[in-house]
């Protein structure tokens, strides 16, 4: 028997949307049957995006979002939901690194990396969750009111690695910031996850694989290969859906073994 998930009539709110893993988020929902809110600050490769959405007879929308603007947030939010409906959906994508010993931190590095993968997805998640909340209390019995936040991670939130330590803690604390929302908002139907991924082959880095500091990376991975964009598509959709019901709190590690 054929299993499949159907997320028609849902809205998704995919932050990072405008490449890498945040792109294939958004195509894989729509593909699932979601109408997705895009949102970043790279208009134009929204809009290229979109196309290609619609192109497949998706429905898309695109914002402009500034994640470490709270005012950006909070006005991105009030809009999709204005345009597309009730957020049921919000993938916490956006992130951002530097590579550098931890000795050579400058407090404006750490701001960079912190107001964006720490600051910024908290605020995301309490904007879409205030609004979850306030759903839920006020529902009549029986309909669907809970929501599902998938938190973006990182497998170096779980196992630090060398020259991007900084990264590493906001990572780690965007895997406590899930707990912390799971616990205190799953009894309202809201379910927080997160999702570790590994090395994943992107646009933004394709290039470092074919370098010998990329190979010899690749050559220390347990299977000796990195993932593609499409490797998280199945677990995307689990956790958006009302299958994964009785999923929360959890902090799933998509690295092909690389944290064990």
């Not at 009030?78 to 009730?86: D, F, I, N, R, Y």
């Not at 799953?186 to 992107?202: L, Q, S």
């Not at 902090?251 to 690389?258: E, M, N, Q, R």
């Amino acid at each position: 028997m054929a299993y499949s998930i159907d997320l028609s009539g849902r809205v998704a709110f995919i932050t990072g949307a405008s490449s890498g893993l945040g792109a294939q988020f958004a195509r894989t929902l729509a593909r699932a049957g979601a109408g997705v809110v895009l949102a970043s600050r790279r208009i134009e490769k929204l809009k290229e995006l979109r196309a290609r959405i619609e192109g497949e007879g998706g429905d898309a929308h695109v914002l402009e979002l500034d994640v470490t603007d709270h005012a950006s947030i909070k006005s991105a939010v009030a809009h999709a939901e204005t345009e597309m409906g009730s957020i049921d959906i919000l993938v916490n994508n956006s992130g951002v690194s530097t590579t550098q010993r931890l000795q050579d931190v400058t407090p404006e590095d750490y701001d960079f990396i912190f107001d964006t993968n720490v600051k910024g997805a908290f605020f995301v998640a309490q904007e879409v969750g205030k609004r979850m909340l306030a759903r839920s209390r006020g529902a009549a019995p029986g309909s669907f009111t809970g929501g599902r936040i998938i938190n973006i991670a990182s497998m170096a939130g779980l196992k630090v690695l060398p020259q991007i330590g900084a990264y590493c803690m906001s990572k780690a604390a965007v895997v406590q910031m899930t707990r912390a929302m799971a616990m205190e908002w799953g009894r309202f139907g809201i379910n927080t996850n997160a999702i570790c991924p590994g090395y994943i082959d992107t646009e933004i880095n394709h290039r470092h694989w074919q370098t010998e500091q990329g190979k010899k990376l690749i050559e220390m991975l347990p299977r000796k290969r990195v993932g593609s964009p499409e490797d998280l598509d199945a677990l995307i959709i689990m956790l958006a859906s009302d299958q994964s019901h009785f999923i929360n709190g959890a902090v799933i590690a998509a690295d092909d073994g690389f944290a064990v």
